[in-house]
Every structure is written in C-alpha cells, then in structure tokens.
C-alpha cells in the first residue's frame, strides 16, 4: 500500500504539472476568461521604449523571459541604449499578472496608468509601481515603502511576501473601479481606494508631491522599469474587467 500511494502521488503531481500552460501561453480557461498576453514569449513585440517608438537593445528575450540585460556593468542609473519600457495598449480597470525575477542587490519596477507625453522624462512621474526589489542586499531595501511588493513611495506591502534575488515572484495587480488590490506570490500585500481623499493624502506625502497628476489617471499604460539591474519577466498576462 505504501508503495501504490507514493506512485499515486508521483503520477498525480506528474497530472497536475501537465494541466499546467507552459510559460507565456495561455490555456483554454484563460482565453475563455478573456485573459491575453503581453509577452509572447519569443520577442519584443507590443512593447517600445518610454516616449519612443523602438526598444533598447539591452532588453531581449531570454530564454523565455524579458530580459535586461545590463551586461554586469554597474555605475549607471539606467543600462546602456536601454531605458523604462511601456506596452502598446491602454487600460482601465484591469487584473494583470506577472512573473518577475530579479538579480542580487537588484532594483526594478512594475508601473500601471502610466501617461507618455514629451511632458514626462520618466513613466514613474505619472504611474504608480510596484516595487521590485532584491530585498537583503538591494540600497532602497532600508527605507520603509520601498521594499519589494511596496506602492513605491506610498504604502508598505504588508506581509512581505518576496523571495529572494535570482527566484521568480508572481505579482498580480487588480484595479477594479478605484479598488487595488495588490498580490505577491500569492498573498495579498496591498489593498486600498485609489483617488479619493485618503490617496491624495498619501501623494501629499510621498516624493510625488509635486507631480502634476501622478497616481489620479483612471487608465494608462503599463511600463518595465530599468534602474540599471538584470531583471527578467515572464508570463505577462491581462484581463480588462468591465
């Protein structure tokens, strides 16, 4: 019996894996549930570099993720012939997944409602991001909200729920009408109201102050972040929700 169970459990685990879409596809539920990807998996298509219409050279496909590849070089605050990336669309209300991994000491970011406009240098001067970070050994990792998972300058994602540098993390964003919801590795880490007097307190206080309309655009696009590190993503999904 001990060993019809442990052939049970190895034949169902094998089952389950099965069942599972490999990276950058989706399944016939997902496509059902409307779910499309971002990423193929085998190219930069859909994505162009902030405010241009081409992409670095220092992003690329990796295996199958998108990968900037910095070349170890440190002593820029972004790589070379590189830069924040953005996708094509637009959207609302929306749930976006995900996967990100992230080199040691490494700092990146997921940004969402992201304008471009000649206006605007930077995505993160009018998006709102999602801390990616390498949280032992990363130099924000000391200062509260900008530790992975975080609001970026906003609100500390609670529990922290990262794992470490050179694994991959799941994120999922959902923003539904004003509502986020913020979830990492599968944990809730953040949950609040955008736009209303309580969000436009934490702007007052943040270093986005003084950023005409940062974090109080209702659609946008979503952007990679170069902050100089190797960092990878993989299994960029979304669901526009009505």
């Not at 490494?106 to 969402?112: A, I, K």
Request: hydrophobic fraction near 40%; glycine fraction near 10%; aromatic fraction near 12%.
């Amino acid at each position: 019996m001990k060993y019809a169970a442990v052939f049970f459990a190895a034949a169902f685990g094998l089952a389950a894996h099965a069942s599972e879409p490999a990276n950058n596809t989706l399944s016939a539920a997902q496509q059902r549930e409307g779910w499309r990807l971002l990423f193929d998996g085998k190219s930069t298509a859909g994505w162009h570099r902030y405010n241009e219409k081409t992409i670095g050279k220092a992003w690329a496909v990796d295996g199958d993720s998108l990968h900037l590849d910095t070349g170890n070089k440190k002593g820029g605050w972004q790589a070379p012939d590189c830069g924040d990336i953005v996708n094509d669309g637009v959207f609302a209300n929306f749930d976006l997944k995900i996967d990100w991994k992230i080199a040691p000491a490494g700092n990146s970011g997921v940004m969402f409602y992201v304008q471009e406009s000649p206006d605007h240098k930077y995505p993160w001067q009018t998006g709102i991001e999602s801390q990616v970070l390498d949280n032992v050994a990363a130099e924000d990792a000391k200062f509260d909200k900008h530790r992975a998972g975080d609001l970026y300058d906003l609100i500390a994602g609670k529990p922290e729920a990262v794992r470490p540098a050179g694994e991959w993390n799941h994120l999922e964003i959902i923003c539904d009408h004003g509502r986020l919801v913020e979830k990492l590795n599968g944990i809730v880490v953040v949950e609040t109201t955008l736009w209303d007097d309580a969000w436009k307190k934490l702007i007052a206080g943040s270093k986005f102050r003084d950023m005409a309309g940062f974090g109080m655009f209702r659609s946008g696009k979503i952007a990679l972040q170069d902050h100089g590190a190797d960092v990878w993503f993989r299994n960029i999904m979304i669901r526009e929700l009505k």
